[in-house]
């Protein structure tokens, strides 16, 4: 994530790569949508859901083509080394042993040149090239820091949201809040939970156990194993799978307790940001498409992903909304299940669903927290200098761990965390860095390859209008959340 080309890993199939996609983008944030369903209305959630998930498509294709131009001028410098190299040899060469050299040799780079029959494509992507390092080769050093502090914000905003999810989970299996009658109670954090022990009382020492434990990680390298992203992967597919059957069962019976409202334009500002963190994925795309074995089928992978991935989410959030009462959605949908025993009657899938969150978050936390360390590493790293051991295997951690524990410290209001981590960094990372990368990008090749050179990868939104199309939207929906806070501010 600091930007750098990498190794490009084991080859994968392009179904393989659908799969990999849809777990990436499926996470967190959707367990944050119900609710935020139930808050604007069935049907301004389901158009918004709609276009959004068609601008964060669009965006997709845009970093995909930049990763594409990206490595066509890696290859444009590499070929312009051997072409030196060669060059300098040949003064080794009488004049006449010049002459004599073949005519390709003195054609221009990149000039259509075959190899072993083949003609080379330089739009290939066979390089993993991260948007750290694509924001380095097309930006200039303003937008390359800026792209950095965009993507430090939304890293503190996920491991905030990561570290107030687990403790709460845990708090509400732990409160023992789990008799027949507990789903139609709205609990509050000044409620006991044993003892003399309040609900957030015990939320805070979770948070400090979940500190203790995943803390000192970030002062480590981690990484996630093949094995744990299959195991994770395996249990939110058995979670939601459970969520949305039990919640069709319960309609079908005719006990479904919710009555949407089909408008609430107040809930809009926050639905934004939770839709907006739900389909983020655009950061992990060079990890993801480059190791795709058959990229010829890349365009059709993200459409099949896009659209299963949006009725995944209408289908987990319109069950949700008409299957419980909207005044007792929880900010975590599994917690809906864990209290119910209308809903879920056997107590072993009742803690199941409830410690879902707290085994798939906790494997992600050092990853995530390891990620942004290294991005403020980069953010302030000057070439040929070095960090003393201190700063590098003390001060660094800690400005990474502290920030968002004391957010977590300070709310678990995971709604909201959620929708201001998507609504700010996320709008940044999703819309305007990729519109940004694939217009300079587009600006950086006519010298190197002309206009002959057609990148196969290109979005099919190729016009200059949907970059500048997105760039509005973007900063039309951050005038708009930010006027909603500030009026919300006003009337409390």
């Known amino acids: 994530m600091a930007g750098g080309i990498t190794e490009t890993g084991e080859l994968y199939s392009p179904y393989v790569g659908l799969v990999y996609m849809f777990n990436l983008i499926v996470g967190t944030g959707a367990l944050t949508m119900p609710k935020a369903f139930a808050q604007a209305g069935w049907a301004v959630s389901l158009a918004l859901i709609s276009f959004l998930a068609f601008m964060s498509y669009m965006t997709t294709t845009f970093v995909i083509e930049a990763m594409a131009a990206a490595n066509a001028q890696l290859c444009w410098k590499r070929r312009e080394q051997e072409e030196v190299q060669d060059s300098d040899s040949t003064s080794d060469y009488s004049d006449d042993d010049i002459r004599g050299r073949s005519e390709p040799e003195m054609r221009p780079i990149l000039s259509g040149q075959r190899t072993g029959g083949g003609h080379v494509d330089h739009f290939d992507i066979v390089e993993r090239v991260e948007m750290g390092q694509m924001a380095s080769m097309f930006f200039n050093k303003v937008g390359v820091n800026m792209f950095y502090i965009c993507m430090v914000v939304y890293l503190y905003g996920d491991l905030a949201i990561y570290a107030a999810a687990v403790p709460i989970s845990l708090m509400e299996v732990a409160c023992g809040n789990h008799s027949c009658s507990a789903g139609s109670v709205k609990y509050d954090d000044t409620d006991l939970c044993w003892g003399p022990v309040t609900r957030k ?28 992203q299959i195991l994770t992967s395996l ?3 058995i979670a939601f799978t459970m969520m949305i059957i039990l919640a069709l069962i319960r309609i079908g019976k005719g ?12 809930g809009v500002p926050n639905l934004f940001g939770v839709c907006v963190y739900s389909f983020m994925c655009q950061h992990s795309l060079p990890s993801l498409v480059t190791p795709i074995s058959d990229k010829r ?36 949908y599994t917690l809906n299940f864990t209290d119910n025993c209308d809903v879920l009657d056997i107590p072993a899938l009742r803690y199941f669903l409830g410690l879902f969150p707290v085994f798939t978050i906790s494997t992600n936390f050092p990853i995530i927290a390891v990620t942004l360390r290294n991005n403020w590493k980069t953010l302030f790293h000057r070439d040929g200098g070095t960090y003393p051991w201190v700063v590098d295997r003390i001060v660094f951690p800690l400005i990474t761990l502290v920030p968002p524990i004391i957010v977590a410290f300070c709310t678990h209001n995971l709604e909201s965390l959620v929708g201001i981590t998507g609504a700010y960094a996320g709008t940044g990372i999703q819309y305007v860095i990729p519109a940004l990368l694939v217009y300079y990008g587009r600006r950086h090749l006519v010298p190197m390859l002309g206009t002959d050179e057609v990148n196969k990868h290109r979005s099919p939104f190729r016009h200059t209008f949907w970059v500048w199309f997105v760039v509005v939207w973007a900063t039309f929906c951050l005038m708009f959340v930010t006027a909603n806070i500030i009026l919300e501010d006003t009337k409390k």
């Open 255 to 266: 006990r479904g307790e919710g009555h949407p409202r089909m408008a609430q334009i107040s």
């Open 201 to 228: 009382d015990a939320y805070k020492v979770f948070l400090s156990i979940f500190t203790v434990m995943l803390g000192p990680f970030v002062f480590f390298d981690a990484q996630k194993t093949k094995y744990l």
């Open 235 to 237: 249990m939110r597919w």
């Open 297 to 332: 089928r890349v365009g059709t992978l993200v459409v099949c992903d896009y659209v299963l991935i949006l009725g995944f989410y209408g289908l987990l959030s319109f069950t949700a909304i008409f299957c419980f009462d909207s005044s007792l959605l929880h900010d975590m």
